[in-house]
């Protein structure tokens, strides 16, 4: 089962990355650019079939290690 | 005093860790390789600077959910002092021994350079070597120093007296909130702070700011 975890600084954390992505992007000529917020994405093979298992294991992963709760929100995508 | 120091993989300064525990405290402290799974009977564990795994993920976060981690909790727990420097800093808190996270420097450079600090709490086995409000001299080098935590964990360590060391003002480096350096657990056996006191302890380094932080702990565990 392939599944994806998207992590992602939460709102009110500064974010000196995502700013600073965001000014080379206005640089470059998008002045429309509002915001950028950037983050992590993390593709993992989840060896079963049963999603809810999994979905509860990736949980886990995410709270043990992939994201660092204090100032991280992550989101948990199953494919089908 | 006897001490301990953790080594993990990409650590660098673990080196100037033991030269200043051996010479301080005339006692060559015991090396516990991350991989260990027993600590010896020691008055203070130490983790000190570097690039644990090359900083993937975030800084220290691998390092932190090593097994030899639960046994350093366990002693914690029990009161021994454990203290963290730089990456031992980011390595504690991502084991949730001390609260908040350290983000990228404001300024997205990796600083190296002195700062200067004050000793906001003089009252602890750490910084008794200080007087209160003192300000010494400290080298910083670090990319992730940015001390968050949120409002509500903010003012209670403020209240509790838990922030040990605040860069003084002019000269924070990395833009942390309040000016922190280093902070301690609520119990005040754990300090974290991301200058390196192991690298100002005598004439040779320029100055021996950073000795009284060693000397003092020996007073205590004596």
Redesign the interface.
Known sequence: MKARVTVTLKAGVLDPQGQAIEGSLKGLGFPQVASVRQGKVFDIVVDGTDEESARSHLTSMCEKLLANTVIENYAIEIAN | MKSAVIVFPGLNRDRDMIAALTKVSGTTPAIVWHQDTELPQVDLIVIPGGFSYGDY??CG?IAA?SPIMDRLRERAEQGVKVLGVCNGFQIL??AGLL???L??????KFVCREVKLEVCNADTAFTRGYSQGQIIRCPVAHHDG?Y???SETLERMEGDGLIAFRYAQGTNPN?SLNNIAGILNARKNVLGLMPHPENLIEAAHGGDDGRALFSGLLGQAA
């Open positions: 993920l975030r976060a959910r808190l991502e609260p908040g996270a983000m990228r420097n404001q300024s997205l940015n968050f935590a949120d833009g």
